[in-house]
């Protein structure tokens, strides 16, 4: 016997034990098992190995390309699941001369195939088989194609249910997308229970509000389990019961007991000495104290509590006349927790409402507690390195259901790559992997740009699978991923190296599509540029712009800013001024030529640099030091900017703005002597939280805010906290 048939068999009152079984078994097994569970063979010795009615999971592979590697890591992580399923898990190595029926297909490393015995039951995309979950729950998707209906709307359920009245019951589930944990749950549960109920899929979140449940939460799954079976009459809708925990394997195959269980179950003995599969499983009981002369109304009443408690909690109607308790002619209900030693309750109710609300607020209580010890382990752990990554990846987990404007961006292949680059002026290419989840993320802030340039004239979006098209990542330099360049047609490509958020991108797209430097060729023009009217439709670009000034005779110090505004585009405007008459500017400003002007738009401020250095890197170092400010405020956006100096932080930490007095104080000591060595800032933990978990990470005790800190991460890796006397102020 197999272990599902064990499972099926196991009686009610022993399913737990049956359960902790096939745990063990399956461990044991999986133990014994040789470790590496992927088979890999010739074609031929795959071919002599198949068996009749054996399904197999099969990978034609050629070469191992990075993106080929990492797809086959999770195809062997997932062998031993499958197996325990009777699936085999085969990479069948082909020789470069063998032109078979699939060894010789050209898109043979993007694909996995489906066999029973040697019949193909389907082709995968390596895309959609991006982790264990995915290849588990795609799998069994396609072999359980008759036992799992795939429905996309309202009428479909209801025909569906129609079709089983009187026969059968449905399991209803709604997952936001193929592949995902939640996926991979119901079919493991549909493999087990796929011949005694009617399963039944969808992704589509307007089915679930049109079953009349809460769908705000579009990345939430939900089962509900469709009690046809006890519906003879086609003019009555089938019930539905929702389950209230989490789609896991182990929570289905308790709701799935929890429905097959009698809704009402009559005893003759003491309560205390009674046992249900609803106690069994951690739920409580509710006693519906009976006598002979109003027994039916009695069934009556437990009837409808039941069906309001389903999953819930188990009724049982108790007749008084069996058993001679005293306690029970003062009572007409009973409560009964599944914690052992907890006395049974004996009660007096009104009505109905009551008995539910009694085990509602039971529910109520145990999930506070539940939480409360949780927070208290939280709390001892302490440890917040384990879930570094976790944000993002909950992110792209919690939005994936949002549609994403794709449309308006073109994908590209290796055959359309050069083609689209010469297309329009400027073209933004996303190399991404689409199994990744910074990259997920990448591609969701990518498609939003999208819809803030649509109809800009001059910039098209594209995007590229480094998991599809690997040479043509690494040819443009692409080593890792996510990746953001800029082509601009017949010229070179400009790197993204900001923050991945949309606000960041969307200015470096535009910025980028500028011509840099800019030159100009009047006073007017110059003027108009440095007041910021020329960017008057794209705010974007109203930060700071540099125009740098040059007598015309001055040709190696304006191409040496030529070049760095080259380098510097994406990250400011710059434009670029060298007529007969710069010296009328430059009198106005007072500043000899060559200079630079910093027009800070938001400040409206226009400041004058001499230029003492006249090479390319020099102009670029002294334009980055103007952008960066005298005396920061450090946010997790510009943060990058500053850290990659590699300079020690002279850091005020605030709890708000800080007063006139304090700021004057942190600029004097910004603009003082030595200054050059590191980088005085500050930072508002009002605005940046993220400061706060800094604190806690060095200071056993949360100090006393404002705090001046010494910090020098890059080279000692030291942090002091200096006294306040140090700014002469007073707290």
């Known amino acids: 016997m197999t272990s599902t048939d064990e499972i099926m068999s196991c009686p009610m009152n022993s399913w737990v034990s049956c359960v902790a079984l ?21 074609p031929q010795e795959y071919v002599s190995s198949l068996q009749p009615g054996r399904a197999s999971l099969v990978y034609f592979s050629r070469e191992v390309s990075p993106g080929v590697r990492l797809f086959l890591e999770q195809l062997e992580n997932s062998a031993g699941a499958l197996q325990d399923y009777g699936i085999s898990v085969v990479k069948v190595n082909c020789l470069q001369e063998d032109i078979s029926r699939y060894c010789g297909k050209e898109n ?26 995915a290849i588990v729950a795609n799998t069994l998707f396609a072999l359980l194609f008759n036992e799992v209906k795939y429905i996309t709307s309202l009428l479909e359920l209801q025909n569906l249910e129609n079709s089983l009245k009187g026969r059968s019951n449905a399991i209803f589930a709604y997952v936001p997308a193929v592949g995902t944990p939640e996926h991979r749950a119901v079919m493991e549960a549909a493999f087990v229970y796929g011949t005694a109920h009617q399963f039944v ?45 989490s789609l896991t394997t182990l929570n289905i195959h308790t709701h799935l007991k929890l429905m097959a269980a009698p809704l009402v179950t009559e005893v003759v003995e003491d309560p205390e000495k009674v046992s249900t599969a609803h106690l069994q499983l951690g739920l409580p009981l509710v006693f519906i104290l009976s006598q002979k002369e109003t027994y039916e109304a009695d069934k009556r009443t437990a009837e409808f509590v039941a069906w309001q408690l389903l999953g819930k909690a188990g009724v049982a109607l108790l ?13 007409n209900v009973a409560f009964k927790t599944a914690e052992e030693g907890v006395p049974i309750k004996y009660l007096v109710l009104d009505d109905t409402e009551e008995i539910i609300a009694l085990v509602e607020d039971n529910i109520k209580g145990e999930l506070v507690q539940e939480g409360e010890d949780e927070e208290d382990e939280d709390e001892r752990d302490n440890n917040d390195q384990d879930i570094q990554d976790d944000p993002v990846m909950e992110a792209v987990y919690r939005d994936r259901k949002w549609e994403l404007p794709l449309d308006l961006i073109r994908t590209l292949t290796e055959e359309t790559f050069d083609a689209a680059l010469m297309a ?21 802030s990518y498609g939003e740009v999208a819809v803030e340039l649509k109809g800009t004239q001059g910039i098209s979006l594209a995007k590229l699978n480094c998991w599809d098209w690997p040479d043509v990542c690494l040819k443009h330099n692409v080593t890792h991923f996510p990746v953001t360049k800029l082509y601009e047609r017949g010229a070179g490509a400009v790197t993204y ?21 800019l030159k100009l060729s009047t006073i007017e023009e110059v003027e108009e540029y440095l007041s910021g009217e020329v960017w008057a439709d794209t705010s974007s670009c109203r930060g700071t712009s540099v125009l740098g000034l040059f007598h015309p005779g001055m040709k190696e110090a304006r191409e040496a800013f030529v070049e760095a505004g080259k380098e510097l585009r994406g990250c400011v405007t710059t434009g670029l001024y060298a007529e007969d008459d710069a010296l009328v500017l430059a009198r106005k400003y007072a500043m000899p030529l060559p200079a630079l002007l910093l027009a800070r738009h938001e400040d409206h401020r226009i400041d004058s640099i001499p230029l003492s250095e006249e090479s390319a890197p020099d102009i670029v170092q002294t334009i980055r030091s103007e952008l960066l400010g005298t005396f920061p405020e450090i946010t997790v956006e510009n943060l990058p900017n500053y850290w990659k100096l590699e300079k020690p932080f002279l850091a005020l930490f605030s709890d708000g703005a800080l007063p006139p007095r304090l700021r004057a104080e942190m600029l004097r000591l ?4 030595g200054h050059e060595a590191f980088i005085t800032c500050w930072i508002n933990l009002r605005n940046t939280p993220v400061g706060r978990g800094v604190l806690k990470a060095y200071f056993s005790a949360p100090p006393p805010l404002p705090l001046l800190a010494w910090l020098n991460l890059h080279a000692s890796g030291q942090v002091f906290a200096l006294p306040t006397s140090c700014l002469g102020w007073r707290l």
């Open 497 to 517: 190296t900001g923050m991945l958020g949309t606000a960041a991108l969307l200015r470096f797209l535009r910025l980028s599509s500028i011509s840099c430097p």
């Open 108 to 133: 043979t490393l993007r694909k996995a195939y489906l066999f029973r015995a040697n019949v193909l039951l389907r082709e995968f995309p390596t895309d959609a088989l991006f982790d264990v979950n």
């Open 22 to 42: 096939l745990l063990l078994c399956t461990y044991d097994t999986s133990v014994a098992r040789n470790a590496k569970t992927l088979l890999e063979l010739s």
């Open 670 to 673: 910004a603009r003082g002597k």
């Open 319 to 331: 007749s008084r006349d069996s058993v001679d308790l005293n306690v029970l002619l003062r009572s």
């Open 424 to 444: 329009s002026a400027h073209t933004a290419v996303l190399f991404y992997a689409s199994w990744e989840a910074v990259s997920l993320a990448a591609l969701q």
């Open 201 to 245: 899929l969808t992704t589509e979140v307007e089915l679930l509000k049109s079953v009349g449940h809460d769908a705000s939460d579009p990345s939430s799954a939900r089962l509900f389990f469709c009690h046809c079976q006890r519906v003879p009459d086609l003019s009555q809708p089938c019930r539905r019961t929702p389950m209230t925990q």
